[in-house]
C-alpha cells in the first residue's frame, strides 16, 4: 500500500484473495531489497470450528488494551493486534471465511491494518470522504451533523465513497487520503430515505445502525484518492444546499467542532486541518437539501476549477 507494506502468513490462499481486494501486491523484486522496511505482520490460521457445531450468535468484542487489541466473535474469530510490534494474529474458521468474506476482510485485514497505518504514516480523522473524477472531498462535522446520510446519498448518486465516518490522511502529505473501513453504517431512518433498506444488514448487536457493506466494489484503486476540497457541515435546515468559501481561521473553528477524542490517539490532527484550511476549505449548510447537497459535492469532485474559483 502507499507509505508501507502488509507481509501475510496465511494457510488459506482465500485471504491472500480478500487481501488482493484492498491493496496492491509489492513487485516481485521487492521481496529481495535489503532496504525495504519493516512491514506491518499478519499471521492468519484458517481452521473449522473445533467441536464442529453451528456458528454462535456472537456479537464483535472488543477488547483495547495499553499496547495490543483483541477482537473476537463467538468461535468463528479472534484477532491480537500488538500495537508495538505492528503484528496481527488471528484464527478463523473456514465456515466464515467462505460464508461472510466480506466480514472477514474487514474485521481481520481492513480493520487491523487501519489501527496499526494511524500510528504510522497516517493520521485517523472522524470525516467521511466522496470521490469523483478530480479527486475526493472530505465531509467533516460532528456525530450526528448527518456525515453519513449526506455520504450515502452521493453513493446512490454515483459518486466513489472512502468512508462515511473515519479516513486516514498521510502524515507528510496531507492530500493523499486512504479508506479505513469503506463502508457506510446508517441509521434505519435514513436507509429509507435513500431506498436502501434491501441492501443494508444489522451493525453490530445493538440493532440501532444498518451497513451497506461495499466490499463487493473493492479495489486497491477505490480505497485511496487525492483531496480537492474539505467540507465543514453547517446547519442543516434553513433554505437549500449552499456552499461557502472558508477563511482559514474560520474553517479552523468548524474543523473543531467535528473533533473526537480517538483522533488523538495518532497524534494530533492540527497540521492536518492547517494544512487543508489553506485550499479548498468550505462551509456546506442546509445539506437536509440533499440533492442540493450532492449537486455541491459533485461540482467539487468532478470540477478542478470549483476549488479555486468558488
Known amino acids: 500500500m502507499p507509505r508501507d507494506t502488509i507481509r501475510i502468513h496465511t494457510n488459506h490462499a482465500a485471504i491472500l ?18 532496504r525495504v522496511p519493516a512491514g506491518l505482520a499478519f ?23 495499553s499496547d495490543h487489541v483483541e477482537l473476537s466473535l463467538g468461535r ?24 461472510q468474506p466480506s466480514l472477514v476482510a474487514r474485521l481481520l485485514l481492513e480493520t487491523p491494518a487501519a489501527v496499526l497505518l494511524a500510528r504510522r504514516g497516517y493520521g485517523v480523522l472522524h470525516a467521511g470522504a466522496v ?18 446520510t449526506l455520504v450515502g446519498a452521493a453513493y446512490r448518486a454515483g459518486l466513489g465513497v472512502l468512508g462515511d ?8 502529505d496531507p492530500d493523499d ?3 479505513a473501513v469503506r463502508d457506510l453504517t446508517l441509521l434505519p431512518d435514513a436507509t429509507r430515505l435513500l431506498g436502501l433498506e434491501d441492501a443494508v444488514t444489522a451493525a453490530g448487536a445493538g440493532g440501532e445502525k ?11 484503486a477505490v480505497r485511496r484518492a487525492r483531496r480537492v476540497a474539505t467540507v465543514v457541515l453547517g446547519p442543516r435546515h434553513g433554505g437549500p444546499a449552499r456552499l461557502e468559501l472558508l477563511t482559514p481561521d474560520a474553517f479552523l473553528r468548524g474543523f473543531q467542532e467535528g473533533a473526537i477524542p480517538q483522533e488523538r490517539w495518532s497524534g494530533t490532527p492540527e497540521h492536518i486541518a492547517a494544512h487543508w484550511a489553506g485550499r479548498g476549505a468550505y462551509r456546506l449548510s ?3 437539501d440533499l440533492a442540493g447537497a450532492v449537486d455541491v459535492l459533485r461540482g467539487l469532485v468532478t470540477l478542478p476549477a470549483a476549488v479555486s474559483h468558488a
Not at 18 to 31: E, T, Y
Not at 80 to 96: N, Q, Y
Not at 210 to 220: A, E, G, N
Request: no cysteine; glycine share 12%.
Open 177 to 179: 487520503l486512504l479508506a
Open 17 to 34: 484473495r480478500l487481501a488482493d481486494r484492498l491493496w496492491d501486491r509489492a513487485p516481485a523484486g521487492m521481496r529481495r531489497g535489503r
Open 43 to 65: 499471521t492468519i490460521d484458517v481452521r473449522p470450528v473445533e467441536d464442529g457445531g453451528g456458528p454462535e450468535p456472537g456479537e464483535e468484542r472488543w477488547t483495547v488494551g
Open 210 to 220: 444498518r451497513r451497506l457493506d461495499l466490499f463487493r466494489s473493492s479495489t486497491p
Open 131 to 148: 470521490v469523483g473524477s478530480a479527486g475526493a472531498v472530505v465531509i467533516r462535522g460532528a456525530a450526528g451533523a448527518g456525515k453519513s
Open 286 to 288: 442546509g445539506a437536509q
Open 76 to 99: 468463528e474469530l479472534h484477532a491480537r493486534i500488538e500495537l508495538a510490534g505492528a503484528h496481527v494474529a488471528a484464527r478463523v474458521s473456514t465456515r466464515l471465511v467462505a460464508d
Open 165 to 172: 465516518e473515519t479516513v486516514l490522511v498521510a502524515r507528510s
